[in-house]
């Protein structure tokens, strides 16, 4: 079974402060991703990767930042966080068999305060 | 843009009638991919069915669903709704060639009742 942690599942910041939401695979697939979930948007892509060193920007990066330093690990980054930014974060990795299938973290809530 | 777009925010059914969640999407590609992911109470979305051949039905755990590129459509059916359907249920669409990148429809929570 795949097998996507997220840590840490809840976290409280506050406005202004730095927070590293982490991310780990055992999956050994090349693909990551960082979704955030929100009631009337769905989820939205924010970054991704393809491998470890690479991250791109998703269709809402803006005051986001990611960081893939191994297969396994894939960290999304708030320098400077604001209260827009209280939401679920989704990591998932994928097959990279297309047409790719997701598998999900158990998410992270993030309340910025 | 490519969009996906999901009309019911809410539906509620009663335990035994068919079920029918729309999506609808627009790309300019010829090729898309779509996908229904399904998210139960805490848990994390997981892939429900995904097809990319026009006018065939794709069927798993009792829902199917059809890609329709004339409509731009791939609703989700089922004959019977259990109680164990109530869900939040994403329609989502991916690009040929452009495979990692899901865009999701806002969502559509279905409640099923006894």
């Known amino acids: 079974e795949a097998a996507v942690t997220q840590s840490p599942r809840n976290k409280v910041a506050v406005t202004g402060g730095k927070v590293t939401l982490s991310c780990n695979q055992t999956n050994n697939h090349n693909n990551m991703y960082w979704y955030r979930q929100d009631t009337g948007h769905g989820l939205r892509l924010i970054h991704y990767?393809?491998?470890?060193?690479?991250?791109e920007k998703g269709d809402i990066p803006d005051g986001y930042k990611a960081s893939r330093p191994s297969q396994e690990n894939f960290s999304l980054i708030l320098e400077l966080a604001t209260p827009s930014q209280t939401s679920v974060y989704f990591c998932?990795?994928?097959?990279?068999?297309?047409?790719?299938?997701?598998?999900f973290g158990s998410g992270t809530r993030l309340t910025v305060l | 843009g490519d969009s996906v777009t999901q009309t019911e925010g809410l539906v509620t059914l009663t335990e035994g009638l068919p079920v029918m969640l729309n999506c609808t999407y627009q790309?300019?590609?010829?090729?898309?991919?779509l996908f229904w992911y399904v998210q139960h109470l805490n848990e994390s979305p997981r892939l429900l069915l995904k097809?990319?051949?026009?006018?065939k039905r794709t069927e798993h755990q009792g829902f199917h669903a059809t890609l329709h590129k004339s409509s731009s459509s791939f609703h989700l059916q089922k004959s019977s709704a259990q109680l164990s359907d109530s869900a939040l249920y994403y329609c989502?669409?991916?690009?040929?060639?452009?495979?990692?990148?899901?865009?999701f429809g806002a969502g559509t929570r279905l409640a099923v009742c006894p």
């Open positions: 990767s393809y491998g470890a060193g690479s991250t």
């Open positions: 790309t300019i590609y010829s090729n898309p991919f």
């Open positions: 998932a990795s994928g097959d990279g068999t297309g047409p790719e299938t997701l598998y």
């Open positions: 989502a669409l991916s690009l040929s060639g452009s495979f990692n990148k899901l865009t």
């Open positions: 097809s990319f051949t026009d006018n």
